[in-house]
């Protein structure tokens, strides 16, 4: 998360450098969906996943740069809803985490996480938000319900991007 602030500061420290007008904003979504409830035998899970994106945009609303970043907050509880988890964890974003988030195994093109954000900021580039966030997707299974779905991604990207679109459309709704 830090890393996105450090960029947007930067952006706009260049944008100030040209006759061009530059915006940029931040937009965040949430979930708590894969949170699990605690049993007699197994502790619960309470997990909020924040996906963030920082955009910039030209006056023509053209994507002049964009930053997505993830963290996943897990904490750990009992069935007594006792908090298991060690309360001073620091919790690393999916960027922070690089190899270690082990993505890579599952991915059926064998790229890890901020590889595949890479490409989708890569592809969002030179787009307006408006086409960038009309981006085709479909649902290879019940997990990953929005994988994009555009021959230039699929060597790439093949994780769910629905998130980084909305994440996106509520940058672009705060540009400033």
């Known amino acids: 998360m830090k890393k996105i602030v450090a960029i947007t500061l930067a952006l706009l420290v260049l944008a100030g450098c040209s006759s061009e007008t530059y915006k940029t904003g931040l937009g965040m979504v949430n979930s708590i969906g894969s949170s699990k409830s605690a049993t007699e035998e197994a502790e619960g899970t309470a997990q909020a996943d924040v996906t963030a994106a920082a955009v910039t945009v030209d006056s023509k609303n053209t994507i002049v740069s964009i930053s997505f970043d993830v963290v996943q907050a897990k904490v750990k509880f009992d069935a007594t809803g006792t908090i298991t988890t060690d309360l001073a964890t620091e919790f690393k974003t ?83």
């Open 94 to 176: 999916k960027k922070e985490l690089k190899d270690d988030y082990s993505m890579r195994g599952a991915s059926p093109i064998g790229k890890e996480w901020f590889e595949q954000a890479a490409a989708l900021e890569e592809y969002a580039l030179g787009k307006t938000v408006e086409d960038f966030i009309a981006t085709p997707v479909y649902a290879r299974d019940e997990n990953h319900t929005s994988v994009p779905d555009v021959e230039d991604l699929k060597s790439s990207c093949t994780m769910a991007i629905g998130d980084f679109l909305a994440a996106t459309e509520k940058a672009a709704a705060n540009l400033k």
